[in-house]
């Protein structure tokens, strides 16, 4: 049985939502194979336990990342895409790209956006992998979880994919898409090697088109719903990013793009969309009445001019709220730590409600939001049987200099050096370091894929 004791927290923000803690004496946790067992003034240490001292370190709960395209790792400042909004961007950076992604590049994209996550504390990824097209062996997607194994992170693979051709000129494929049946198949094959049901899983299998209005038709959209659900597999997409999805629902549905998911199946605590930024107040009832879960991605949608998504509302109906970083070809970084900032700061901007929009409320999104999100319900939050994700920040740049209350000091100020993370117990980082990464080899994989992709 490995037990480790962490002594003096004396700043800790445990993914609840509820206050702070910030005191001089500090709290103990005990955690004992991957699980905490405990935290508190009078939890000790026992013979033979690990020992770390949290003396003037902050804690905050592994983040859960619940909505990245890691491929796009390698993708990042190209000059013909960097003005564009989000169609001109697909179509001069993704899509031309896509079926040139060799599992060399592939690995190098993923390696990459892991190790970036990591070393802002994040401790599970969502990954809306989409590049699948007939060319492809799906094979190549099984690397996600050799990667993530390789540096102890949990991934939960968001299995996209488009099955139609041009439905939507604006958003055309470049690629020969699968068919519903090579679709499911490899979805099947996928749950029955790597789907874990468990509430603390490493490893998880989701349903996940790239977008239910482009992607294939209504009767498609409503099978897959049924097909997701008789496997027991949760589901995922891209919805009301910008006006034309909007547009396109309207003069090809003659609805709103939630009325037109509700119709197929595709609301409930089991389904989760990104960026969610045009959604009129008409589809808040119907996202809240469902319990359907959100990945708000702030710095994406800055960075495409897609607008800024009304994420309190939405949570005020209903909606469970996370946080994803997105994809590095639209973002550039991938920090978790960045977009909890940006969230707190944008959020608060269009609300002007910095009474609710606390950095414990932001911090519980990015925690106990991402894992309801995902259904992983033994993460998220540092308390006694959940397990031990957690990272604990040094407070010793110079932006974090000044800080009145350091338990602040990671989201308000924006940037923190981990000192220590742990996923299941397990140390991923240590010191600002990634104990199972070569970082020389990374650079030089990521330099031919970069060159590759130019």
């Known amino acids: 049985m490995k037990a480790i004791h962490i002594s003096n927290i004396q700043y800790l923000v445990?993914?609840?939502?509820?206050?702070?803690?910030?005191?001089?004496?500090?709290?103990?946790?005990?955690?004992?194979?991957?699980?905490?067992?405990?935290?508190?003034?009078?939890?000790?240490?026992?013979?033979?336990?690990?020992?770390?001292?949290?003396?003037?370190?902050?804690?905050?709960?592994?983040?859960?990342?619940?909505?990245?395209?890691?491929?796009?790792?390698?993708?990042?400042?190209?000059?013909?895409?960097?003005?564009?909004?989000?169609?001109?961007?697909?179509?001069?950076?993704?899509?031309?790209?896509?079926?040139?992604?060799?599992?060399?590049?592939?690995?190098?994209?993923?390696?990459?956006?892991?190790?970036?996550?990591?070393?802002?504390?994040?401790?599970?990824?969502?990954?809306?992998?989409?590049?699948?097209?007939?060319?492809?062996?799906?094979?190549?997607?099984?690397?996600?979880?050799?990667?993530?194994?390789?540096?102890?992170?949990?991934?939960?693979?968001?299995?996209?994919?488009?099955?139609?051709?041009?439905?939507?000129?604006?958003?055309?494929?470049?690629?020969?898409p699968e068919t519903m049946a090579q679709y499911q198949d490899d979805i099947k094959r996928l749950t029955e090697h790597y789907h874990q049901p468990q509430g603390d899983a490493m490893r998880r299998i989701v349903v996940a088109p790239n977008t239910p209005t482009f992607s294939m038709t209504p009767d498609e959209l409503a099978s897959l719903a049924d097909f997701s659900r008789s496997l027991g597999l949760r589901m995922h997409s891209h919805l009301s990013e910008t006006e034309n999805y909007v547009e396109f629902c309207q003069q090809t549905h003659g609805c709103l793009p939630v009325e037109f998911v509700a119709r197929h199946g595709w609301l409930g605590d089991d389904v989760w969309f990104a960026h969610m930024v045009h959604v009129a107040e008409a589809e808040f009832e119907l996202l809240g009445e469902t319990k359907t879960g959100i990945a708000h991605c702030p710095a994406s949608n800055g960075r495409l001019g897609s607008g800024i998504a009304p994420i309190w509302p939405m949570q005020q109906a209903g909606a469970t709220i996370s946080i994803g970083v997105d994809g590095a070809a639209s973002n550039e970084q991938a920090s978790m730590l960045a977009e909890l900032r940006l969230a707190w700061l944008m959020q608060r901007a269009v609300t002007r409600r910095p009474d609710q929009i606390t950095i414990e409320q932001v911090i519980h999104w990015g925690s106990a939001g991402g894992a309801k999100v995902l259904g992983l319900d033994s993460i998220g939050t540092l308390a006694p049987g959940m397990a031990a994700d957690l990272a604990l920040y040094r407070l010793d740049q110079l932006s974090n200099i000044g800080l009145h209350e350091p338990v602040y000091g990671p989201i308000a100020c924006g940037q923190a050096t981990p000192a220590l993370v742990m996923c299941q117990g397990r140390v991923v980082v240590k010191d600002g370091q990634i104990p199972n990464l070569d970082l020389a080899q990374l650079k030089r994989m990521a330099a031919d894929a970069v060159a590759l992709l130019a």
């Open 14 to 176: 445990d993914g609840s939502g509820s206050p702070a803690v910030s005191n001089a004496v500090g709290v103990n946790m005990r955690i004992v194979d991957g699980v905490i067992e405990a935290v508190g003034e009078s939890v000790l240490a026992k013979p033979g336990d690990e020992h770390i001292d949290a003396t003037g370190l902050v804690m905050y709960p592994g983040w859960v990342n619940t909505h990245h395209h890691l491929f796009q790792s390698v993708l990042k400042g190209l000059s013909i895409g960097i003005n564009e909004r989000l169609f001109g961007w697909l179509n001069h950076v993704t899509f031309p790209r896509v079926g040139r992604v060799t599992e060399q590049a592939l690995r190098a994209g993923v390696r990459l956006g892991l190790a970036e996550l990591l070393l802002s504390g994040t401790t599970t990824c969502a990954d809306h992998h989409y590049i699948y097209h007939q060319a492809l062996d799906p094979l190549m997607a099984d690397l996600l979880f050799e990667e993530a194994d390789q540096l102890g992170m949990r991934l939960v693979l968001c299995r996209g994919g488009q099955l139609k051709e041009h439905v939507n000129r604006q958003y055309p494929s470049r690629t020969k």
